[in-house]
Every structure is written in structure tokens, then in C-alpha cells.
């Protein structure tokens, strides 16, 4: 159910501002800043020595110069990857930061965050767990209180066992017939959903049951307008210049 201490900006940048900078980077919560964001949206999966890092995929492969599942490397050996260059030359050098990294960045930006918990495959309830932990620690306590989500019942699961203090949203790609049932055996506050098959009633149906909606990914101004329009709380976006003017 709707948790009132939470309180979301209509537009949370996606994976840092996945437009503008590397996705899950540093230089992405900056450039997030630089368009007037105050919440990021960002993905925390393991190394292989347990240590929480910023990466989206399962491998390394696709947004670093290196090659590999991020389950199977060391953090030292993630650390000294160039995850920039893919998107600009301007980003070279720019690195996978760890979780507690981006706390310190996003302390110095003074800026809220939806954390996803994104476990490898075998990992949900470790992940879960070990995320949820560091942010019940670590979580600056300047900042606005974050919001964890996950599209896995398991690693929500752990992370409520772990830490229930934390708010939890359940990342589904459409609205299914048990997913009231699901959230309430999850605790969550919110639910975060794809944008593309999202329609008023259901919208409204998920606000009248007292839960938070925010709905992902979302680059045109006039699919967000009708978005807040149907009652949603907040919209994820790669290019928050777009959205602006909302």
C-alpha cells in the first residue's frame, strides 16, 4: 500500500540519463543533475567477491571494453573497466562504480533513487539480501528515502526479510490478473510497469488500491502528459531535456 513518507518527482532519469551519458554511471547522475532531475533510476547486480556494482546486463559485454559475466569477475577486475568510450569519446575513462560509490555521488548531487535490484541468474535472494543491507546502512541520510524494486519476487523477498525499513515497488512489463496479490505478499509500496501496454482503467485500478504507479520508459512529452494525466506518479526517461516541459 501507498507508503506517504515517499515523496517522487514526476520524472526520474533512466539509468542516469541513458540519452545523454553512459547508462549506471556516475556521469550519468551528473548529467541527470545538469537537466534539473532530482531522482535517478539506476541497476546494482554482484561480483563474483559480492561487492554491489552498477550494471544492467548479465555480462560486461555490452557496456564496458571488457568481456565477461559479472557474476564471474572480481570488483577489482570490473573497477578498471572503461565503461564510457561505448557511448562517447567524452566519457572515456568513466568506470563501474559500486553501490556505495553511488550513494556518495548522489549525496554530493543531493539526489533521490529508485535502485534496481538486477541479480544474474542463480543470485536472486543473495542479491536481494546484500543490496538491501548496504542501502539500509549506507543510504545518506540527507537524502530523500529510496525506493527499491526488482521485476524478481525473490529478490524483493530477500530484501524485505533483510531490510523491511526500506520501501520496495514491483517492476512488472504488463499488468497480470494476480498482481495485487502478488505486491501485498511482497509488502510494496508501488508498482512499476512498462508504459507500452498501460491503459487508464488499469492505472486507475492500481491507484485505488492505495499503490504508487510509475511507469518506465517514457521519451515522448506527449506520452507523459497522458501518463500523469491517468493518475501515474512518476515516469522513467532516457532524454529528460524532452520532458521538460511538464
Known amino acids: 500500500m501507498t507508503d506517504g513518507d515517499l515523496n517522487f518527482p514526476r520524472i526520474i532519469g533512466h539509468r542516469g540519463a541513458l540519452g545523454h551519458a ?11 543533475k545538469l537537466f534539473g532531475l532530482s531522482w535517478v533510476e539506476f541497476d546494482v547486480a554482484l561480483t563474483r567477491d559480492n561487492v554491489p556494482v552498477l550494471m544492467h546486463d548479465e555480462t560486461v559485454n555490452r557496456t564496458t571494453n571488457g568481456k565477461g559475466k559479472l557474476a564471474e569477475m572480481t570488483a577489482a577486475s570490473v573497477r578498471v573497466l572503461d565503461a564510457g568510450s561505448w557511448k562517447s569519446e567524452e566519457f572515456t575513462g568513466e568506470h563501474v562504480p559500486t553501490l ?30 546484500l543490496v538491501a543491507k548496504q542501502v539500509a546502512a549506507a543510504w545518506p541520510q540527507s537524502l530523500p528515502r529510496p525506493l527499491l524494486s526488482s521485476f524478481q519476487s525473490e529478490s524483493l523477498m530477500a530484501a524485505r526479510n533483510a531490510a523491511p525499513g526500506i520501501a520496495r515497488g514491483y517492476l512488472l512489463n504488463r499488468i497480470g490478473r494476480n498482481w495485487r496479490r502478488e505486491a501485498e505478499a511482497l509488502e510494496c509500496v508501488s508498482i512499476h510497469c512498462n508504459q507500452r501496454p498501460l491503459d487508464r482503467k488499469t492505472a486507475a485500478e ?23 494525466d ?3 506518479d512518476a515516469v522513467f526517461t532516457d532524454y529528460p531535456d524532452r520532458l521538460l516541459t511538464i
Request: aromatic residues 8%.
Open 22 to 32: 553512459p547508462e549506471n554511471t556516475l556521469a550519468g547522475f551528473r548529467r541527470a
Open 230 to 232: 491517468w493518475g501515474v
Open 100 to 129: 556505495e560509490e553511488a550513494f556518495k555521488t548522489l549525496q554530493e548531487l543531493g539526489m533521490g533513487a529508485n535502485i534496481e535490484i538486477k541479480p544474474t541468474k542463480g543470485r536472486e535472494v543473495e542479491t536481494g539480501t
Open 206 to 228: 492500481i491507484r485505488h488500491a492505495g499503490y504508487h504507479l510509475l511507469s518506465y520508459t517514457v521519451n515522448e512529452a506527449s506520452r507523459a502528459r497522458l501518463l500523469l
